[in-house]
């Protein structure tokens, strides 16, 4: 059961884009300056947590790593982030179940989700994305 979930984190085939702007605003309630600033904060966190995860895997700290997929995992739940939020779920679940072995045969499924993310912020104005003029701060 387990070579299942790794195959599903690592074959997972998602045709929407690495952000859904209409799934964002639902989430949100359909307030743009509520979804605006949930993904943006997803966004401002992403190199440095996958960094995190990075280091924390090369030393074996499962319980660490495990801590960040689960904060990337909520995280997700709030943003329009669909293949972020199955991804970061299931390697939740595993190493919730300790399933050390099978999280690290899928890890690259989520640094590929984290970069897609970042790509796709380049050279996007998310203000004008959810129809704002940029915040005065």
């Given at each position: 059961n387990t070579e299942k979930?790794?195959?599903?984190?690592?074959?997972?085939?998602?045709?929407?884009?690495?952000?859904?702007?209409?799934?964002?605003?639902?989430?949100?309630n359909h307030k743009p300056a509520l979804a605006?600033?949930?993904?943006?904060?997803?966004?401002?966190?992403?190199?440095?947590e996958k960094q995190l995860i990075i280091d924390a895997m090369a030393s074996e700290n499962y319980e660490e790593a495990g801590e960040i997929v689960?904060?990337?995992?909520?995280?997700?739940?709030?943003c329009g982030v669909p293949r972020l939020k199955y991804i970061s779920g299931l390697l939740d679940k595993l190493?919730?179940?300790h399933l050390h072995e099978e999280a690290k045969s899928a890890i690259n499924s989520l640094y590929s989700a984290l970069d897609d993310i970042l790509t796709w912020?380049?050279?996007?104005?998310?203000?004008?994305?959810?129809?704002?003029?940029?915040s005065a701060t």
């Open positions: 979930i790794s195959e599903r984190i690592t074959l997972s085939n998602f045709e929407s884009s690495s952000v859904d702007i209409a799934l964002c605003l639902k989430l949100s605006r600033d949930m993904l943006k904060m997803l966004i401002a966190g992403i190199a440095e689960h904060k990337l995992y909520g995280s997700s739940c709030y190493f919730q179940k912020h380049q050279n996007k104005n998310i203000d004008e994305i959810f129809g704002l003029t940029e």
